[in-house]
T-cell receptor
Framework: DAKTTQPNSMESNEEEPVHLPCNHS???????IHWYRQLPSQGPEYVIH???SNVNNRMASLAIAEDRKSSTLILHRATLRDAAVYYC???????????FGQGTRLTINP | NAGVMQNPRHLVRRRGQEARLRCSPM?????VYWYRQLPEEGLKFMVY????????ESGMPKERFSAEFPKEGPSILRIQQVVRGDSAAYFC??????????????FGQGTRLTVV
């Protein structure tokens, strides 16, 4: 599985935007970029995914670099409930499974 | 449409006993994945199953652990002769039959196994 690199932790303030970076320099052409998050004491939760174009949904936006070697998850207006560990995962059709790294622990200050 | 259901939510077993963890995927989903999360650690893939088939068990310990996903009923993760090191949260996820890597996986709330 292609590898992703994320900062161990980040901190932001409530109601401010948050940009969570992810590097994936060995990404292949068929790898989708998926983001999940895990709130304390809960199972992981899907956030967003994309292939080449930027993506938006009700939870977040995903900005993908033109060369696809990096991406950024954008939370437009963080709330306290967004405090979680965020995982950037590359998923290819052959493997099917999601391989979780260490993720980024996001802390939101009131 | 109910989400992925795991039971029990909490399970306490004495060393040497068997633990059976159940996972009912979302309606219409035929792909099931099991993950283990040790305290303060990340999620580790264990096994990927489709109905009546084990597709990828590369993350399963070689001994004491087994998984099944029968034609009818929930997926079962079985741990025989549990040891203290098996204490962890076990998560199940499901995804639809088609779409593969272009679909999201839905996770359950997990079963927290404590071995005493």
């Amino acid at each position: 599985d292609a590898k992703t690199t994320q900062p161990n932790s980040m901190e932001s303030n409530e109601e401010e935007p948050v940009h969570l970076p992810c590097n994936h320099s060995t990404i292949s052409g068929t790898d989708y970029i998926h983001w999940y998050r895990q709130l304390p004491s809960q199972g992981p939760e899907y956030v967003i995914h994309g292939l080449t174009s930027n993506v938006n949904n009700r939870m977040a936006s995903l900005a993908i670099a033109e060369d696809r070697k990096s991406s950024t998850l954008i939370l437009h207006r963080a709330t306290l409930r967004d405090a979680a560990v965020y995982y950037c995962i590359l998923r290819d059709g052959g493997a099917q499974k999601l391989v979780f790294g260490q993720g980024t622990r996001l802390t939101i200050n009131p | 449409n109910a989400g992925v259901m795991q039971n029990p939510r909490h399970l306490v077993r004495r060393r040497g006993q068997e633990a059976r963890l159940r996972c009912s995927p979302m309606k219409g989903h035929s792909h099931v994945y099991w993950y283990r999360q040790l305290p303060e650690e990340g999620l580790k893939f264990m096994v990927y199953l489709q109905k009546e088939n084990i597709i990828d068990e590369s993350g399963m310990p070689k001994e004491r652990f087994s998984a099944e996903f029968p034609k009818e009923g929930p997926s079962i993760l079985r741990i025989q002769q549990v040891v203290r090191g098996d204490s962890a949260a076990y998560f199940c996820a499901s995804s639809p039959k088609t779409g593969g890597w272009n679909t999201e996986a839905f996770f359950g709330q997990g079963t927290r196994l404590t071995v005493v």
